[in-house]
Nanobody
Framework: QVQLVESGGGLVQAGGPLRLSCAVSGSIDSIETMGWYRQAPGKQREFIAGISTGGSTNYADSVKGRFPIARDNASNTVYLQINSLRPEDPTVYYC??????????????WGQGTQVTVSS
């Protein structure tokens, strides 16, 4: 059984850094692209950043240069560093995987979501 466990969300000072982590566990043979989305209340979930197995990255224009994404293939963990927070950034962030291969089966997965909030 594959599980995604997100961590690192919570309160962050305006402009301050925060790092989100998402660990994928299970009897995994391989994972394609890993990435992050976010969803504000009343809005559609939007793509933020993605990273391939080989380390190629892709970013939404809104976070390019501010939210570097990284990946540790050995531990099947993806990270999102949140820097230079803007008013539109605090919301719920979701980890996402491309196809996760387990034996002869493959599926995509979503994390449970982690809230990022700016402290006053």
């Amino acid at each position: 059984q594959v599980q995604l466990v997100e961590s690192g969300g919570g309160l962050v000072q305006a402009g301050g850094p925060l790092r989100l982590s998402c660990a994928v566990s299970g009897s995994i043979d391989s994972i394609e692209t890993m990435g992050w989305y976010r969803q504000a209340p009343g809005k559609q979930r939007e793509f933020i950043a993605g990273i391939s197995t080989g380390g190629s990255t892709n970013y939404a224009d809104s976070v390019k240069g501010r939210f570097p994404i990284a990946r540790d293939n050995a531990s099947n963990t993806v990270y999102l560093q949140i820097n230079s927070l803007r008013p539109e950034d605090p919301t719920v962030y979701y980890c996402h995987t491309g196809r996760v291969q387990v034996g002869d089966r493959s599926m995509i997965y979503w994390g449970q979501g982690t809230q990022v909030t700016v402290s006053s």
